[in-house]
Structures are given as structure tokens and as C-alpha cells.
């Protein structure tokens, strides 16, 4: 849908009308609902990462007539400038009377797992689908064989077919040729053309992230990479984790849960259109699709109530391979087209991380090695003498930009890095723009930078300025109220004390979360050969910061590797190699699941790994 189409008028006495700028649309919302809702359902694409509760303050829109009066959350989260320039916080006021607003258009959808794609490309490997073209004996008197048996002829062996596939054959052999193009997995035929129709063989490897979608499509027949698209997951608008989405399908029921699901769909269908676009095929070309993601994720993905996964004892409906065609989850490819997600471990160790426990080969070897995924949740795995132990930790959306007051995911106008010096401060921008916020890694360099300059202490407070001390301007604010100026102009980025807290409470979660996986499996920090660090907020990380910060523990700087989004890449190897999903199945039994909610230790190592380590 466009944004802001719909009615020109009003429908109803419940309904007023709203002038949107900059696009100078007119649309109708009803009385009562949110400016957030009411945006959000005409497709305005307003970021709400906490889901409309007033707790990230990202929902931004300036009134232009009809101004109400702020609350505290639009106190708490906006400077007085924009306050009394009409700024206000969409979740926090309700469509009462006609009025005027401006949205801040969004500079663009590129994520950082398709700026840092590593392509993948195979030369040999089975995908599982084929495409052959073969020649079907004609009927005869003497031997009155039905299509489909002299088709399984032809292909030796039995064949299974949907009406839709009949179909096709049927048109296909009514020709004086008998000559047809057969795509098939095993028994199962997907497709069947007249040659002169021969489709192009292609599949996609899928990453259903909780703040990211990213669709990769492949040639299976040559196995090259033909591009990668990824945005935004549009289940957002319903909050930025797992567990807020799983509330908002309890509340709402299977009518919840199919929402949630009518999201993610449009959002990757929107991605496979842009795919097949730019590689000039047609997406019903597209007979294979592999997934990954986290439980709850993949429970959405298929409209399966994940209500089980955010209460104890955490149980899904479901942790195995599943297989099933697009057209019962409705992707926009070949609707025969094999869909199949990989296994998960648990309701908190998902596909992903067994594809990135995969594609990393984590699970070989004796060497004792750390792998982490960071992201809304903290997964960690341990790999030591063949055994492979795995937790989650709930590490919250600080490491993607939420709960951040300047927070932002990893966009064109975030900030990514920054480098303090004796008197100037230097960020490195997404897309060289001026700075708009604050992604996952610049909050993680900017919090190494103000410590390792001596503005942040060990217990990650503001140390209060001093006349004499370079940059002490830049330190506004006390107590509570400190931040430090990131960037100058008219709208200036801070990093604020709570930001700096936020930061704190989600690097301890994994910090005690390799704690007690080194206990359980018997070993120190030390005895570690390697750290991987994967997900999309490897990709910008700094080794120095991770270790200034306290996030890795003190291993040194050669032992750990930064390897991306390894989720994506287990999933591109599984589509081109059908055998690996049954690789993927035993490292998935492998892994030892403990459960942190249950371990009393827990707690006070998390609490000791607050603080910031003493100055490296």
C-alpha cells in the first residue's frame, strides 16, 4: 500500500481528518487511536521500537496546528527546543481533533546485513531441487498410461504432483512434441513447462532477524550468488523484541498472530520483488527457500502461537526442520517452492545460531571456543572437547540502537564509530550524513572512547568537568541528567547517562552468561583459543572496545574474530547443499541448552560485571 492511501473523506462522526507533511497526504483516523496507530495503520513508517509504550522515543512528529500539551515521556526523551517547536511522541497522544502534523521521512531501508554480505558462491553441491529437461512417450491404444505415469517414466521413478502441477502437465503433453521442462525435488514435481517456457532454477537463503530481514538469492544450478536485499522488519510497530510481540499475540489472539505474520511476509515479499527485479528473473523461478531465525521468529513466520516461549518452563510448539510449500505461508516465489526452516535448540537458541554453529564449523575440533551472537538476545556457545553448550541471555535492544535516547538501527545517518582525541570528538556516519542517532556499535565505541578518556569512571558514571579539561564543554548535565555531546549543529547527538546504563546492563547479561558456561564446562578465560562474535553488530565492532568495555572477557585481541552474520551464511550453505540440513540436525541434538533462569549463580556474576573493567 502507498503511504497514506486511502479515504479522502471522512467515513463516519468517529474519524478526523489529518494533513500529513512533508508528502501533504490527507488521511482519516479514528477518535481514540493513537497518532502512533493511526500512522502505522496507513503505512506511515513510524519507528516505535519499545511498541508504543513511551520508552524509546523514537516515534517523533512535530504538530503543526493543534499542539498538546507534552507529557513526560515527550519531556523525558525530547530537548526543550523541539518541545516547544510542537515535537511530540506519536504513542504518547490520542486523534481527539482534526490537525496538521510533519513526519521525519526515513532516509532508507539498506541494513548493514547487506552492506557487509560476504557472497557465497558454490561450484558443486546438490540443492535438492532439479531441472530436466525430458522426453514423455506418447499414449497409445494398447497402453493407456496416464500422463503422470508416463511422465514418472520419463524421470524413472513415481512422481507426486498438486492440481496446479496437473495442470501444467496436461497443456504441457497435449503439444505434438512431448518434450517438457521438469523442476523436482525427490519424488515431488514443483513445476512443468513447454521448453519454449524452461524456467531459470533459483532459490533464496532467508534471515528473519527481530529487527532485520535479509533475503539472499542464488542460481541453484551454478550456484552463484545473485544479490542480497535486506530492511527493516515491519513487525517492529509492535515492539522491538521477542517478548513484546509474543504479549501482543496473547492479547490479540490468532487475530494477533496473524498480523504479526501478514508483517514479516510483506516485508520479505517486498525484498524477493526486489531481488528478482534486479537479477531480471521472474519470481516464480524461485523453487527453494531455506530460513532461519530465532524461535519466536519462526513460530510468527508460519502464524503458530508462540505464546509459550516468554513463560515458564519457555516450551515452544516446535524446535525441528519444518517443510512446507510458499504458497501455505504465502512468499511471493514458485507457491510449490520448497520452504524449510532449520532446527532450533530451544525456545531461546534458535535456527540461527545453529547455522551460524554451521557455518563457523564451531562444532569440530577440540579447542575451546567461544561463539556469540549479540543482537536483542545474546545467545552464546561453547565448544570444548566435542561438546557443545549453549545459553541465552536477555541482553535487551540496547546492542541495536532501542533504549537508547539518540538510538537508531544500523541506517544511513547512524553513527557507527567514534574516536575521542585530545580536543576534538570524531564520528564515522553510515552513508557520510549528518548524524541522525545512535546504532549498536557507536553506542559500543562511544562508550570505550568517554572511558578510556577518562569521562566515564569504572562504575559508568560521568565524571563531573573541570574548567581546565579539554572538551569539558561537551559534558552538559549532572547525575542523572549527564551527557556527553557527540556532534554539534542544531541536532546535536548526546550519549546520556542512561544510555551508558543501558549499555552496562546488556554487556553484563553476556558477560554472566560466559561465566557460567566456562564454570560448567571447567575452564578460565584463559584457556580459550578463540572468540567469534557474529550477527550484524559484528560487523562494526571494534575488538579494542569490546575488550575496553568488559563485553568479551580479557582473552586479547588475536583470539577474537568478528565473523558477521554467520546465521545468514549457514542458511546460503544449506540451500546449495541439501545434505547439510542434516548436518545441521545433529549439531542441533548436539547442543547442551542450560537454562540461566534457573541458575542461582546467575544473578550475582551478572551484578559483578556492572562495572566497567580498570583502564586497559
Given at each position: 500500500m502507498i503511504p497514506g492511501q486511502g479515504s479522502s473523506r471522512s467515513d463516519g462522526e468517529g474519524e478526523h481528518e489529518l494533513r500529513i507533511l512533508p508528502a501533504g497526504t490527507t488521511v482519516h483516523a479514528r477518535s481514540g487511536d493513537t497518532y502512533l496507530r493511526a500512522l502505522q495503520d496507513r503505512s506511515f513508517p513510524i519507528p516505535s521500537t519499545c511498541g508504543g509504550i513511551g520508552k524509546c522515543g523514537q516515534c517523533r512528529i512535530r504538530f503543526v496546528e493543534g499542539v498538546p500539551d507534552p507529557t513526560p515521556a515527550d519531556v523525558r526523551h525530547l530537548p526543550p527546543r523541539e518541545l516547544e517547536g510542537g515535537w511530540r511522541l506519536a504513542c504518547e497522544h490520542l486523534v481527539e481533533s482534526p490537525a496538521t502534523i510533519e513526519i521525519i521521512p526515513e532516509q532508507g531501508e539498506l541494513d548493514q546485513k547487506a552492506v557487509h554480505d560476504t557472497p557465497l558462491s558454490m561450484d558443486s553441491g546438490d540443492p535438492g531441487v532439479r531441472l530436466r529437461t525430458v522426453q514423455v512417450r506418447s499414449a497409445s491404444r494398447e497402453e493407456q498410461l496416464a500422463h503422470s505415469t508416463r511422465l514418472g517414466e520419463a524421470l524413472g521413478g513415481e512422481v507426486r504432483m498438486d492440481p496446479e502441477v496437473l495442470r501444467r502437465l496436461a497443456r504441457a503433453l497435449s503439444s505434438a512434441s512431448q518434450v517438457?521442462?521438469?523442476?523436482?525435488?525427490?519424488?515431488?514435481?514443483?513445476?512443468?513447462?513447454?521448453?519454449?517456457?524452461?524456467?531459470?532454477?533459483?532459490?533464496?537463503?532467508?534471515?528473519?532477524?527481530?529487527?532485520?530481514?535479509?533475503?539472499?538469492?542464488?542460481?541453484l544450478t551454478t550456484g552463484g550468488q545473485l544479490g542480497t536485499a535486506a530492511s527493516r522488519n515491519p513487525q517492529r510497530k509492535y515492539g522491538a523484541d521477542v517478548i513484546s510481540r509474543i504479549a501482543y499475540a496473547r492479547q490479540n489472539?490468532?487475530?494477533?498472530?496473524?498480523?504479526?505474520?501478514?508483517?514479516?511476509?510483506?516485508g520479505l515479499n517486498a525484498l524477493i520483488m526486489q531481488l528478482a527485479e534486479g537479477a531480471s528473473i521472474p519470481a516464480d523461478s524461485i523453487y527453494k527457500a531455506t530460513v532461519v531465525g530465532n524461535p519466536t521468529m519462526l513460530h510468527l513466520l508460519l502464524a503458530v502461537d508462540p505464546a509459550g516461549i516468554d513463560v515458564s518452563p519457555y516450551v515452544p510448539v516446535f524446535t525441528h526442520a519444518v517443510e512446507c510449500t510458499a504458497e501455505a505461508v504465502g512468499?511471493?516465489?514458485?507457491?510449490q517452492a520448497i520452504v524449510e526452516t532449520l532446527p532450533a535448540v530451544s525456545a531461546y537458541v534458535g535456527a540461527d545460531i545453529?547455522?551460524?554453529?554451521?557455518?563457523?564449523?564451531?562444532?569440530?575440533?577440540?579447542?575451546?571456543?567461544?561463539?556469540?551472537?549479540?543482537?536483542?538476545?545474546?545467545?552464546?556457545?561453547?565448544?570444548?572437547?566435542?561438546?557443545?553448550?549453549?545459553?541465552?541471555?536477555?541482553?535487551?535492544?540496547?546492542?541495536?540502537?532501542?533504549?537508547?535516547?539518540?538510538?537508531?538501527?544500523?541506517?544511513?545517518?547512524?553513527?557507527e564509530s567514534v574516536r575521542i582525541g585530545q580536543n576534538d570528538v570524531r564520528c564515522s556516519v553510515i552513508g557520510d550524513l549528518a548524524a541522525s542517532g545512535i546504532c549498536g556499535t557507536g553506542l559500543l565505541s562511544a562508550v570505550a572512547e568517554l572511558r578510556r578518556a577518562g569521562w566515564i569512571d569504572a562504575s559508568g558514571r560521568f565524571v563531573p568537568p573541570t574548567s581546565d579539561r579539554p572538551l569539558a564543554d561537551r559534558v552538559e548535565g549532572r547525575g542523572k541528567e549527564a551527557r556527553f555531546r557527540l556532534t554539534d549543529g542544531d541536532s546535536p547527538i548526546h550519549l546520556h547517562q542512561a544510555d551508558v546504563r543501558e549499555f552496562q546492563l546488556a554487556k553484563a547479561a553476556l558477560r554472566a552468561g560466559i561465566e557460567r558456561l566456562l564454570v560448567r564446562a571447567g575452564l578460565s578465560t584463559g584457556e580459550l583459543d578463540g572468540v567469534l562474535l557474529g550477527g550484524a553488530f559484528s560487523s562494526s565492532a571494534k575488538e579494542e572496545d569490546l575488550l575496553q568495555t568488559g563485553l568479551l572477557p580479557a582473552v586479547g585481541v588475536r583470539k577474537i574474530r568478528l565473523v558477521g552474520n554467520v546465521a545468514g551464511q549457514g542458511a546460503k550453505q544449506v540451500l546449495l547443499e541439501r545434505r547439510s540440513m542434516d548436518v545441521c540436525r545433529s549439531l542441533a541434538d548436539r547442543v547442551e541448552y542450560v537454562e540461566l533462569s534457573g541458575d542461582r549463580a546467575f544473578s550475582e556474576v551478572y551484578v559483578e560485571n556492572i562495572p566497567f573493567p580498570e583502564s586497559r
Open positions: 517438457v521442462s521438469v523442476v523436482s525435488a525427490g519424488e515431488r514435481v514443483l513445476d512443468l513447462r513447454e521448453t519454449s517456457e524452461s524456467p531459470r532454477l533459483c532459490g533464496i537463503a532467508v534471515d528473519v532477524g527481530t529487527t532485520t530481514l535479509a533475503v539472499f538469492l542464488f542460481d489472539g490468532p487475530d494477533g498472530v496473524s498480523e504479526l505474520q501478514a508483517a514479516v511476509i510483506s512468499l511471493a516465489i514458485n507457491s545453529v547455522a551460524g554453529i554451521f557455518s563457523t564449523r564451531l562444532g569440530e575440533g577440540n579447542a575451546p571456543r567461544l561463539f556469540l551472537d549479540v543482537g536483542t538476545n545474546g545467545e552464546i556457545v561453547l565448544a570444548v572437547e566435542g561438546r557443545l553448550i549453549a545459553c541465552s541471555t536477555a541482553a535487551g535492544p540496547a546492542f541495536e540502537g532501542a533504549s537508547i535516547v539518540h538510538g537508531m538501527n544500523a541506517l544511513p545517518g547512524a553513527i
